[in-house]
Structures are given as structure tokens and as C-alpha cells.
């Protein structure tokens, strides 16, 4: 790890608070100026987790909102809050993940961007405990393995299908459906 990097502002209002890492680096990875950024201010924390290139260039950017909500928190992504390889990505307005004290649901967090996708969704987001879907279309494994890659090639191709899990008391069962 090259150069840790911790800033921590705060007022009456609102709590600033920053963490960087120059990059991470290993024989294979290699991730470069890492930085997780947060806001908090009254019932909301701002987060966002960003890795850009030496020149600028955003590998990725994951941004949303927390809320505290009854026996748990709620996570949105905001509008504009997905990026990777440079390139913005949409997710559903109304996406929302919520988890907590015995419950984890996901509701319409649809990713997407230039015919792929990737979804998250609960069966049933009345039930706390409902199986959770997760749906690939056409979705290139690059899109990920680029932001952590130090030679771009060590992951690729395509990923369609859906994997379905179901997360009981003290056990995960598991089901992938691939064509």
C-alpha cells in the first residue's frame, strides 16, 4: 500500500471524512488512488467508493445514500452515482437495499449501460428473508476486473444467466440458473 491518507472535517451540522490510498498492490492487482468518502449529517451518510487512473480516468465509482430506518439502514444509489471504465452507468430510481436486524432485501437495483446489466432483486421485498435474485445480461466481466487489474486481460467474457439465493438462520443455499 503507497501513501494512507485520512481527513476527518466536522462541524455542528455535518461530519466530513475522507480515507486514500495512493494504490494497493500485489503480484496481480493493482488498484490505484482508492478513496472512500463520506458525509454525515443528521438521519443520512453520503458514501462513495472511487478508483480513477494516475491521469484521471474513473475505473470506477460506486456513490449513494444511507438512511436509518426501523431496525436497520437503507442504501440508495444515486442517479449518477455508478461509474466504471470512464463510463456512466443508470440504476433504477427507486432502487433500495435494505438490511438489518434479520433481514437483507433488494429492491429494483438494476444497473446498466450500453445493453448490459446486472440487477439485484428480492422475490418477494414484503418478506425480510425473501430469496435474493441476481440477473447478468450480456454483462462483460471486464467492467469489473479492469478497476483492480494491473494487465488488462487476466478476466474477461460475457456473463448471462441468474443466480437465486435464499439466506436462512444459520446456513445460505444457493441456486445458479446459466444458459
Given at each position: ?31 490505484t488512488n482508492l478513496q472512500l468518502a463520506g458525509k ?11 478508483s480513477t487512473s494516475r491521469d484521471g480516468y474513473m ?19 444515486g442517479k449518477n452515482g455508478i461509474v466504471f471504465q ?94
Open positions: 500500500m503507497d501513501s494512507l491518507i485520512v481527513k476527518v472535517n466536522s462541524d455542528a451540522d455535518l461530519l466530513q471524512a475522507t480515507v486514500s490510498a495512493g494504490s494497493i498492490t500485489d503480484s496481480i492487482l493493482q488498484i454525515a449529517g443528521h438521519d443520512s451518510i453520503e458514501v462513495s467508493l472511487q475505473k470506477m465509482l460506486l456513490a449513494g445514500v444511507f438512511n436509518s430506518v426501523p431496525d436497520g439502514y437503507k442504501f440508495r444509489f470512464n463510463v456512466p452507468w443508470s440504476v433504477s430510481p427507486d432502487n433500495y437495499l435494505l438490511f438489518g436486524r434479520n433481514q437483507f432485501i433488494a429492491y429494483d437495483v438494476a444497473l446498466r449501460c450500453a445493453g448490459q446489466s446486472l440487477s439485484l432483486n428480492s422475490t418477494d421485498e414484503k418478506n425480510p428473508r425473501s430469496p435474493l435474485k441476481i440477473e447478468f445480461n450480456d454483462f462483460n466481466l471486464a467492467t469489473l476486473s479492469h478497476v483492480v487489474e494491473r494487465d488488462s486481460g487476466l478476466l474477461g467474457g460475457i456473463l448471462a444467466g441468474m443466480w437465486s439465493c435464499r439466506i436462512w438462520k444459520n446456513r445460505r443455499h444457493s441456486h445458479p440458473t446459466l444458459p
